[in-house]
């Protein structure tokens, strides 16, 4: 059975960081390529990054592109994602992705398995 764990979400004032791990177990990450989603009370899950594989490929979101920053160590099978300057816009439940395919991709629909999310809040 596969399972991703996010970890490392929490309160934070705007303007600090967080950074949000993303654990698998059941199957190895080393040619997946992995996203993280957010939904936001009321709104829909949105993209934040991706990642493809090897690490070499990343895209992101305009909304955080510049202060966010999605990496992987395939050794240990987890997914990070670096978040600083955060701002209470990005206050929501942040969702760790893994595919069957390898390259990165922003489509939440394909990816085949998903965490349980971390809760984010930024304080003003």
């Known amino acids: 059975q596969v399972q991703l764990v996010e970890s490392g979400g929490g309160l934070v004032q705007a303007g600090g960081s967080l950074r949000l791990s993303c654990t698998v177990s059941?199957?190895?990450?080393?040619?997946?390529?992995m996203g993280w989603f957010r939904q936001a009370p009321g709104k829909e899950r949105e993209f934040v990054a991706t990642?493809?594989?090897?690490?070499?490929?990343?895209y992101y979101a305009d909304s955080v592109k510049g202060r966010f920053t999605v990496s992987r160590d395939n050794a240990k099978n987890t997914v990070f994602l670096q978040m600083n300057s955060l701002k209470p816009e990005d206050s929501a439940v942040y969702y760790c992705?893994?595919?069957?395919?390898?390259?990165?991709?922003?489509?939440?629909?394909?990816?085949?398995?998903w965490g349980q999310g971390t809760q984010v809040t930024v304080s003003s």
């Open positions: 992705a893994a595919r069957s395919g390898s390259a990165a991709s922003t489509g939440s629909t394909s990816y085949n398995y």
């Open positions: 059941g199957r190895s990450i080393s040619t997946s390529g």
């Open positions: 990642i493809n594989w090897s690490g070499s490929s990343t």
